[in-house]
């Protein structure tokens, strides 16, 4: 039997409204449930089987598998849950739907995630074999020389072994345009001198890796900026906004890891 849930849940999952919409529709009256108006916000329902319309038009819950690419602020955890109740990224999108996030970033990390209810795309994004791009911007202390940046590019030897190619560019002390566009907060136009923004891009995945890798050469991480996985970008996801895949956005991440996105469940 399919888990009762908050209708406001039900509603933003169906892409109608973001969640505080869907409580204004239905404070407004907006919606039914089986034929009746329900104003109150602690309604459940079953997504399944009950009949929601709002403004008389009956929504559904998406079919298939959810896909949902997340602008993760910094404090937020990548975990669906916490022995200790901090926020997590499941807090975060509204969907009754049992989603995880495909890979981690540190909770001092902030920008992409993808989150999913497809456990074979997952599993694919996240095997070595298929090594898909991450792409990161950091902001870190000091400038790395030529020579620094070329041992990152070529791979370093960490405590878990040597780190496979990297591709690393310095940006320079002004703040990147993706990350103004993205609404990354607490940063200054142009970081003062001692600090420099980089872009860096790998296709492994271990813990701290890119922390440790700029650590390694002695330029320590002050922030850390996922924009881009594989063909996936941050683009103008304010943080804590989400949205779902566009089907060209699918269409290309399955080509990445061999899927057929037109397969069933
Ligand atoms: N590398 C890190 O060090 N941290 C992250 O969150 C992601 C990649």
């Known amino acids: 039997m399919a888990e009762k849930v908050r209708l406001q849940k039900v509603i933003a999952a169906a892409g109608i409204a973001s969640r505080r919409k869907a409580e204004e529709l239905i404070r407004a009256g907006r919606v039914r449930v089986n034929g009746k108006v329900v104003r109150e916000l602690g309604v459940k329902v079953d997504p399944e089987k009950d009949i929601i319309e709002v403004d008389g038009r009956r929504i559904r819950p998406p079919r298939g598998h959810v896909y949902i690419l997340l602008h993760k602020p910094r404090s937020v955890l990548s975990t669906t ?80 072994g040597r780190t496979g190619p990297a591709e690393v560019k310095v940006l320079g002390r002004r703040v990147p345009q993706e990350v103004l566009d993205a609404g990354v907060p607490g940063l200054q136009k142009v970081s003062p001198r001692g600090f420099s923004w980089l872009r860096i891009a790998i296709a492994e995945g271990r813990k701290h890796q890119v922390r440790r890798m700029l650590k390694a050469v002695g330029h320590p991480v002050i922030r850390l900026i996922r924009v881009a996985i594989g063909p996936l970008r941050l683009g103008r996801l304010q943080p804590g906004q989400w949205r779902a895949l566009t089907p060209k956005e699918k269409e290309r991440l399955f080509q990445e890891v061999g899927l057929n996105h037109e397969r069933k469940k």
């Open 81 to 160: 849950s916490d022995p200790f109740g901090r926020p997590t990224v499941i807090d975060l999108v509204p969907t009754d739907r049992r989603v995880f996030p495909v890979g981690r970033l540190d909770a001092d990390s902030e920008g992409l995630m993808l989150l999913t209810d497809d456990g074979l795309l997952a599993e694919r994004l996240s095997h070595p074999r298929y090594g898909h791009r991450k792409e990161y911007i950091a902001l870190v202390i000091g400038t790395p020389t030529e020579k620094e940046l070329r041992a990152l590019q070529r791979g370093i030897v960490l405590e878990d």
